[in-house]
């Protein structure tokens, strides 16, 4: 099993910046891919960000493009999503997700992820 927890939401003007982290424990050697979700009420969960095992790949949903970097340091079982010029719109709860499972390319659907953590909320003023 691997346990994902996340950290470093919060309350943050529009505009400004946070950086979420998320930890990896158990086994973690099972863990491919990594990648960063979000959900508001009454909506599905929506693929965020996702990066490979190495980190020499990414993939954004168009909305966080050239604002939202992921990133992962695999020597900390850790991987990070930083979030520049956040926007009202980037309200959610942020879900961290791992892969078990090698793919050639990063995935970006739920049904891809096999271990969830339990989500840290991020919440942007306008």
């Known amino acids: 099993q691997v346990q994902l927890v996340e950290s470093g939401g919060g309350l943050v003007q529009a505009g400004g910046s946070l950086r979420l982290s998320c930890a990896a424990s158990?086994?973690?050697?099972?863990?491919?891919?990594m990648g960063w979700f979000r959900q508001t009420p009454g909506k599905e969960r929506e693929f965020v960000a996702g990066?490979?095992?190495?980190?020499?790949?990414?993939s954004y949903t168009d909305s966080v493009k050239g604002r939202f970097t992921i990133s992962r340091d695999n020597a900390k079982n850790t991987v990070y999503l930083q979030m520049n010029s956040l926007k009202p719109e980037d309200t959610a709860v942020y879900y961290c997700?791992?892969?078990?499972?090698?793919?050639?390319?990063?995935?970006?659907?739920?049904?891809?992820?096999?271990?969830w953590g339990q989500g840290t909320q991020v919440t942007v003023s306008s």
């Open positions: 158990g086994r973690t050697f099972n863990i491919y891919g």
């Open positions: 997700a791992a892969d078990s499972s090698y793919t050639p390319v990063v995935p970006n659907t739920l049904s891809r992820y096999d271990y």
């Open positions: 990066i490979n095992k190495s980190g020499g790949q990414t």
